[in-house]
């Protein structure tokens, strides 16, 4: 009898033993928030990705999966140059036509404690407007929506959260577009009058010059239209002081690796042999320049 009640004993501890393990693993809690931060660089952007564990949780993270949930990824494109902290692995997830782009991120050995962070960084030719808003492919969510793990993929305590991307620096339309002049050429004609008063004689020369502007997106992403100041009458250096008044010409928004080319027209009294044609933005930063024949 006294071997049933030890038994007895021994199986109603070994429950609440396990009940109580159980709890401390529900009772697990996890809390992430990340950042993206991108500039302009060759080719597309350099994205800054930061992931923070809040001193709120309870456990690690060792499962970081940017621009997903279960099923859906949400990038535009797919991300290229990929750096990752020490300890830890990437791959890109796509779930093939009609579906998005996401980066899985996972360690082992270097997860991330509560009340610390980590960054990692990759390169995309979406901007930071565009990945700031929802997914191309899943309209309901942001693209910057991801999800964190205590474990492997999809495995432990997780959290649901969307990573904040932060406005980019103001971009000069002039480092998004390439500008230069081409055709250049110049009509000059003379004609003589005899002023029957005096007998002398007059001449009077009209040079009329034509050229273009030729603006061609670098492919970094679509520029949007702006105004440039064309100088015409300049020296070799660039001096808004000096020669004729600048005119003023908008070139119009560029997709990714398109031109456009504008064209340019004045008469002058003089030959414009020898001097220099500025383009400039509008705070008079020469971008362009050519010297007439």
């Known amino acids: ?61 060792e499962t ?9 990824d949400f990038m535009a494109v797919n991300p290229t140059s990929i750096v990752t902290p020490a300890g830890w692995t990437e791959q890109v997830t796509h779930g093939g036509s009609g579906d998005g782009f996401a980066i899985q991120f996972v360690t082992s050995t270097a997860p991330l404690a509560p009340g610390g962070s980590l960054t990692f960084t990759f390169t995309s ?103 440039v100041l064309v100088w015409a009458g300049q020296g070799s250096n660039f001096d808004a002081s000096a020669g004729l008044p600048p005119a003023t010409e908008k070139v119009r928004a560029l997709r990714i690796s398109k031109l456009e080319k504008i064209r340019l027209r004045d008469t002058f009294t003089s030959s414009q042999t020898g001097t220099f044609i500025f383009c400039t933005d509008t705070s008079s930063n020469g971008v362009a320049s050519v010297q007439v024949q």
């Not at 002023?195 to 030729?214: A, Y």
């Open 125 to 227: 030719t979406s901007s930071p407007t565009t990945m700031a808003g929802d997914s191309p492919f899943h309209a309901t969510f942001p693209i910057g929506t991801s999800f964190v793990y205590s474990g492997p993929p999809q495995t432990g305590a997780s959290d649901e959260f969307v990573v904040e991307t932060l406005p980019g620096p103001s971009v000069n339309p002039t480092n998004l577009v390439s500008l230069s002049f081409s055709n250049v050429v110049q009509v000059c004609k003379s004609r003589s009058r005899i002023d029957r008063m005096t007998g002398t004689t007059n001449v009077t020369t009209t040079c009329k010059l034509s050229l273009q502007l030729v603006a061609t997106n670098v492919g970094v992403t679509n520029s949007p239209a702006f105004d």
């Open 1 to 61: 009898m006294r071997g049933i009640k030890t038994s007895r004993a021994v199986f109603i501890f070994s429950v609440l033993f396990a009940f109580g393990t159980t709890q401390a693993i529900q009772a697990q809690t996890l809390s992430a928030s990340g950042q993206l931060s991108g500039a302009a660089s060759a080719g597309g952007f350099h994205y800054t990705l930061t992931l923070s564990n809040s001193i709120t949780s309870t456990t690690n993270i």
């Open 64 to 72: 970081f999966w940017f621009s997903w949930v279960p099923g859906f």
